[in-house]
């Protein structure tokens, strides 16, 4: 079983700046593939951006020269740099990891865009 933590969610205005937060409970030197996903009211979850244990990153169009991803081994934790944020990108933020033949979610953490 998997564990995961995020932070770093909150209110922000147009164009300024968070980073998120995720750790893990286990190593994640073993984990297939670690990321983001966000829901906004109303609409799909979607993939924000992704990280393999190679190293590999993915990220949505949308978000792309705005968000990035990276990790700390050390820490067993991944994180999301988003800038020039924008108030579409208001959203509940969940973490997942892939481990095995499984995927793991955290509980979400809410970013809201407004001024």
């Known amino acids: 079983q998997v564990q995961l933590v995020e932070s770093g969610g909150g209110l922000e205005q147009p164009g300024g700046s968070l980073r998120l937060s995720c750790a893990a409970s286990?190593?994640?030197?073993?984990?297939?593939?670690m990321g983001w996903h966000r829901q906004a009211p109303g609409k799909q979850r979607e993939l924000v951006a992704s990280i393999t244990n190679g190293g590999r990153t993915n990220s949505a169009d949308s978000v792309k020269g705005r968000f990035t991803i990276s990790r700390d081994g050390a820490k067993n934790t991944v994180y999301l740099q988003m800038n020039s944020l924008k108030p579409e990108d208001t959203a509940v933020y969940y973490c997942?990891?892939?481990?095995?033949?499984?995927?793991?979610w955290g509980q979400g953490t809410q970013v809201t865009v407004s001024s």
């Open positions: 286990g190593s994640i030197g073993s984990f297939l593939a």
């Open positions: 997942y990891v892939v481990y095995g033949s499984n995927i793991y």
